[in-house]
């Protein structure tokens, strides 16, 4: 399994900033496919999973305008790139990659309290986006904005596709 992650990992550092962005659109949502039964279920004995209903409310360009836009921007500031070099300058906390995008993971899922399950799933999101921050650092490219691309691409298709009654 160890020498899957790594082939793996290998591969997505060697992908132009472009694919490895369209690369963690796809992955956030294909990461979701084995829990829709769940999603299901949950809304069918529990109720809706979540999500804003203000934003539920507005016109699709404030949509778009706030779940793509501003909600990236200080989302990806704030779970990822704050906590994320914080957690770098701390000592315990060097070398320890895993450790760090679980605490990112983590605290984005907690910034999307909707409903238990609207977490679960927002943290498995946030791995998606720790990781991709944590690789982009790597790289000495600039992480944040690859990050909020791919979590605004993301936040757009969903947006749409929520609109549409799709998802």
């Given at each position: 399994m160890r020498t899957i992650c790594k082939r793996i990992n290998n591969y997505l550092k060697r992908l132009s900033?472009?694919?490895f962005t369209v690369a963690m659109v796809l992955a956030t949502y294909l990461v979701q496919l084995p829990f829709i039964p769940l999603?299901?279920?949950y809304e069918k004995y529990i109720g809706p999973m979540g999500g804003s209903s203000s934003l539920k409310a507005s016109s699709l360009v404030t949509q778009i305008i706030f779940a793509s836009i501003i909600a990236p921007l200080f989302e990806t500031l704030i779970s990822q790139c704050a906590v994320i070099e914080i957690l770098n300058c701390i000592?315990?906390?060097k070398e320890k990659k895993i450790i760090i995008a679980i605490i990112?993971?983590?605290?984005?899922a907690i910034g999307h309290t909707y409903?238990?399950?609207y977490?679960?799933?927002t943290f498995i999101i946030g791995l998606i986006l720790a990781y991709s921050y944590l690789t982009y650092k790597e790289k000495s490219y600039s992480a944040f904005w690859v990050v909020f691309w791919i979590h605004c691409i993301r936040n757009t298709i969903s947006t749409i596709l929520f609109t549409l009654n799709l998802f």
């Open positions: 900033t472009f694919k999603y299901n279920l000592e315990i906390f990112s993971a983590f605290l984005f409903s238990f399950l977490v679960f799933y």
